[in-house]
């Protein structure tokens, strides 16, 4: 089955500065990639995604890529602010429309 | 994208007896699923709910320690069946967005074990 790591687990950021958080995944086959943004005490919530045939995809401050040879992707935000500390996972769908979750990483943007 | 109600929020169990935790869809939907987050980690899926049929169990769940209802497109209960300590985790019930594949999760629920 799939399997997804995700680096760094923990990313310490000055306001203002960009975050790369990045993941790699296992299956050739995985064709949807979403990014899941969760605060303390609250659900997963979906911040961008990106599918199989797209390379890059942004919204705004926040971008993800895609390298399927190198079977990678990674999340961008630019700009960041204390609202933006949280903890995010990469996912990848298999088969089934399941998602594999990446371990997570902690955010903490410094003000 | 779909609202998804879970209850109980949160609960205080004791050791060996169960819970049933409910996942109610404002539309209806096809696939539904539990995961698990056990404290500071990440998601992990139970299973898979299927309308009309079993579950669908990931590697390391079974059906005896987590009994799984789908009796409509809008509505599952997953239940933790003899909890133990290590049962503490919060439990989540998501469902995938028909058309776009995207997965939208539930509030949650709490349980902690003693």
């Known amino acids: 089955g799939e399997n997804v790591e995700q680096h760094p687990s923990t990313l310490s950021v000055q306001e203002g500065d960009s975050a790369v958080i990045k993941c790699t995944y296992s299956?050739?086959?995985?064709?949807?990639f979403p990014w899941y943004k969760q605060e303390l005490g609250k659900r997963p919530q979906l911040i961008i995604d990106?599918?199989?045939?797209?390379g890059e995809k942004k919204d705004q401050r926040i971008a993800v890529t895609l390298n399927k040879t190198a079977k990678h992707f990674s999340l961008h935000i630019t700009e960041t602010q204390p609202e933006d500390s949280a903890v995010y996972f990469c996912?990848?769908?298999?088969?089934?429309?399941?998602?594999?979750f990446g371990a997570g990483t902690i955010l903490r943007v410094k003000s | 994208s779909a609202v998804i109600s879970q209850k109980p929020s949160r609960d205080i169990c004791q050791r060996g007896t169960s819970l049933t935790i409910q996942c109610q869809v404002d539309?209806?939907?096809?696939?539904m699923f539990w995961y698990r987050q056990q404290p500071g980690q990440s998601l992990t899926l139970i299973a898979t709910a299927n309308q009309g049929s079993e579950a669908t169990y990931e590697s390391g769940f079974v059906i005896d320690k987590f009994p799984i209802s789908r009796p409509n497109l809008t509505f599952s209960t997953l239940t933790v069946s003899n909890m133990s300590p290590e049962d503490s985790s919060i439990y989540l019930c998501s469902v995938g967005g028909e058309n776009t594949g995207e997965l939208f999760f539930g509030e949650g629920s709490r349980l902690t074990v003693l």
């Open positions: 996912a990848a769908r298999e088969y089934g429309n399941k998602l594999v």
């Open positions: 299956d050739s086959a995985s064709n949807y």
């Open positions: 539309s209806q939907v096809t696939m």
């Open positions: 990106i599918r199989s045939n797209v």
